[in-house]
């Protein structure tokens, strides 16, 4: 069986949990409008429902470790060129924050929400939860590591429901090999896009990790085409008589005909 670990590297981290469904307690609850209310029933319960409650056990939750108000950024990506002042660029363009990632960088405005997640780092300086991904997607840095077979893939993917309200996760797939470095890191990270200000609470599911077979995107896909059955006692098509060409006029009526 397939083991997956987590190890928080960070005082304040919320390690991701197994989401279960409490198939005794919404029992309990059918039983009890059955025997003491009129009318009141339920008639289909979700929690016998296998593929509803696999689909809401499957992978672990992702939860949120503080409590802050996120906004949509606006923000920019540029290059800075040679001997020209990086702030002075990312002034000229309109940002107001400035993120180097990789060669390039990225302004953004409306991002003063992201000093709410600064945090100390193991050295004793600060260090930010928030870094901008460009396009107004934000890597949210979540404070907690984990190890997953070698071989396998992580599936990040918005959790089934009780998702914060504004709060886009695009779906994303990663590699064992990454999953597994990013301990050196500073741990996990998400891809999440505020799509309007949206408050998000400590402890909230924000998202949903999924363990990955790799037949999962080596699967491939083949449709077969079946022809519909003639329907049992139906007549054939009826056979056309040749017409008469005007080479063989055929039969004419009259006192030759029967000559």
């Known amino acids: 069986m397939a083991e997956v670990t987590f190890r928080p590297l960070q005082p304040w981290a919320l390690p991701p949990d197994k989401p279960r469904i409490d198939r005794a307690m919404a029992r309990a609850e059918r039983d009890t409008y059955q025997a003491s209310f009129r009318y009141m029933r339920i008639p289909r319960l979700p929690a016998d429902c296998p593929p509803w409650v696999l689909g809401q056990e499957l992978g672990w939750s992702v939860r949120s470790p503080l409590t802050l ?72 840095r979540l404070g907690w590591a984990t190890t997953i077979p070698t071989g396998t893939f992580l599936m990040v993917m918005p959790p089934p429901d009780r998702a914060p309200d504004g709060l886009h996760v695009p779906i994303g797939v990663i590699p064992a090999k990454a999953v597994n470095a990013m301990t050196d890191r500073g741990g996990m990270s998400i891809a999440i896009r505020p799509e309007r200000p949206v408050t998000v609470h400590r402890g909230q599911d924000i998202a949903r990790i999924v363990l990955l077979h790799p037949d999962s995107l080596r699967a491939t896909t083949r449709t077969e085409t079946v022809e519909p059955p003639t329907p049992t006692g139906a007549e054939p098509d009826p056979v056309t008589a040749p017409q008469p060409t005007a080479a063989d006029p055929g039969p004419t009526a009259g006192p030759e005909a029967g000559r």
């Open 69 to 140: 108000t996120m906004k949509p950024l606006e923000d920019i990506g540029f290059a800075v060129p040679d001997r020209e002042d990086p702030h002075s660029a990312g002034r000229r363009l309109g940002g107001a924050g400035m993120w180097q990632r990789g060669e390039n960088w990225i302004a953004a405005r409306d991002a003063d929400w992201f000093h709410l997640g600064d945090h100390k780092s193991p050295g004793g300086g600060w260090e930010g939860m928030f870094v901008p991904n460009g396009q107004g997607t934000v890597e949210w």
